[in-house]
């Protein structure tokens, strides 16, 4: 099966600069989710979708991130305005209801905030 | 809330060295398990799981896990590691049952030396 797709897979902007991120998960998968992995750290979640709906937005700084799954398909996760610590790899993965096998990963979209 | 501590930030061993990796949980409920590696410019991939039944998991390449219920703990290893498992591995858990979001630990750096 097709993985989790990201794109882009680098980005380098300025700060107070906005940026945006595409994921699209894997077929049928209803749950989606974007961690934000800082360096040296684990990933963190910033928000998870079921179908379209927002099931877990607590940890989003919602004062300039923002992520929408319109279609209850791909998803899209903004940053607006970006601050230096917002540099990190931002995750999308994605799972079947039930979570029986564990999420599966895109490869992630590396943001260098300068 | 659910926690996850590993107790290596960076590990060093030798080619055939054999491997633990430590990890601890905090949840005072029944939780779900998880092993996950990130090899260099990869993305994030499961290495193993565990829900329920055997607590010692086997999961790819050679790597197992034991949950230890009465010591909160899901450690990894691997009794000879390669070369290629230079990576680094994040213990994950969630609570058993629900769809819902991984609580990730900061993750264990390992370099196999050749």
């Known amino acids: 099966e097709a993985g989790v797709a990201q794109s882009p897979r680098y980005k380098i902007i300025e700060k107070r600069q906005s940026v945006a991120f595409w994921c699209n998960p894997i077929?049928?998968?209803?749950?989606l989710y974007w961690y934000q992995q800082i360096l040296g750290q684990g990933p963190k979640l910033l928000i998870q979708?079921?179908?379209?709906?927002?099931?877990?937005d607590s940890q989003l700084p919602k004062d300039r991130f923002s992520a929408e799954r319109l279609k209850g398909v791909d998803s899209t996760l903004k940053i607006q305005p970006a601050k230096l610590e917002d540099s990190a790899v931002y995750l999308c993965?994605?799972?079947?209801?039930?979570?029986?096998?564990?999420?599966?990963f895109g490869s992630g979209t590396r943001l260098t905030v300068v | 809330a659910q926690s996850v501590s590993q107790h290596n930030h960076h590990v060093i061993l030798s080619e055939a060295a054999s491997l633990e990796l430590g990890c601890n949980y905090s949840?005072?409920?029944?939780?779900?398990l998880f092993w996950y590696v990130q090899y260099p410019g990869q993305h994030l991939q499961l290495l193993l799981k565990?829900?329920?039944?055997?607590?010692l998991v086997k999961g790819i390449k050679g790597f197992e896990a034991e949950f230890i219920k009465s010591k909160f703990s899901f450690n990894l290893r691997k009794p000879s590691v390669q070369w290629s498992d230079t990576a680094e591995y994040f213990c994950?858990?969630?609570?058993?049952?629900?769809?819902?979001?991984?609580?990730f630990g900061k993750g264990t750096r390992l370099h196999i030396l050749p």
């Open positions: 993965a994605s799972s079947q209801p039930g979570f029986s096998g564990g999420y599966t």
């Open positions: 077929s049928g998968h209803a749950t």
């Open positions: 979708f079921q179908n379209n709906g927002v099931v877990d």
């Open positions: 949840y005072g409920g029944t939780v779900n």
């Open positions: 565990y829900f329920s039944g055997d607590p």
């Open positions: 994950a858990v969630t609570p058993a049952g629900r769809d819902d979001k991984i609580i």
